[in-house]
């Protein structure tokens, strides 16, 4: 069985930083592009950026937004995936979700985990 | 605002068929995939379709996806009770290299 288990998430002041964490269980980690989508309170989903698989040098990408504040790492020792949130603003509140991408034909997200809240505020 | 066009709401009594529309440009739908996602309240986002018409295993044929142009559908024919959830669509933007989503359709069932 698939599963994706996010942790980390909590509350932070503007400025501050949070590392989120993706442990991954039951599909062959280095083989997959795993993503991270979040969602504003009462609002749509966002696509944050991914790690490639191992066959494309776990290459990551970002979405304009978040560039040079974010940083996606692995650890493939551990089966997991990281999220290192520097320089947070209150706009980045939001549920951090993970989730594999199933083609590396677009945003075909198969598997996702239940989320973590992330809260930026004074 | 989304990069992805959908109606902010929906609606349709039990078995009638209700169609979701998504719009976008030649960057994204016009040149790529569309992925239809279903969210309940509290719960992650599931992949409902996939490569503009495909659905996943165990999703019912009673949900069905297509794509014109620059423009997406989603179809949900013989509506239940059960499928009263947001639905959002997504496809990659070659102006923002990375996927973009719709700002979602909150479809109620009367």
């Known amino acids: 069985e698939v599963r994706l288990v996010e942790s980390g998430g909590g509350s932070v002041q503007p400025g501050g930083s949070l590392r989120l964490s993706c442990a991954t269980s039951?599909?062959?980690?280095?083989?997959?592009?795993i993503n991270w989508v979040r969602q504003a309170p009462g609002k749509g989903l966002d696509w944050v950026g991914r790690s490639r698989n191992k066959a494309n040098s776990y290459i990551t990408d970002y979405a304009a937004s978040v560039r040079g504040r974010f940083t996606i790492s692995r650890d493939e020792s551990k089966n997991s995936l990281y999220l290192q949130m520097n320089s947070l603003q209150t706009e980045d509140t939001a549920v951090y979700y993970c989730a594999t991408e199933g083609s590396n034909s677009g945003p075909d997200f198969e598997y996702w985990g239940q989320g973590t809240l992330v809260t930026v505020s004074s | 605002q989304s990069v992805l066009t959908q109606p902010p709401s929906a609606s349709g009594t039990p078995g009638q068929r209700v169609t979701i529309s998504c719009s976008g440009s030649?960057?994204?739908?016009?040149?790529?995939?569309v992925y239809w996602y279903q969210q309940f309240p509290g719960a992650a986002p599931k992949l409902l379709i996939y490569k503009n018409d495909e659905r996943p295993s165990g999703v019912p044929d009673r949900f069905s996806g297509s794509r014109s142009g620059t423009s997406a559908s989603l179809a949900i024919s013989g509506l239940r009770s059960e499928d009263e959830a947001d639905y959002y669509c997504a496809a990659l933007d070659d102006s923002l290299s990375g996927p973009v989503f719709g700002g979602g359709t909150k479809l109620t069932v009367l």
């Open positions: 030649n960057s994204n739908i016009g040149s790529h995939f």
């Open positions: 039951g599909f062959t980690f280095s083989g997959y592009y």
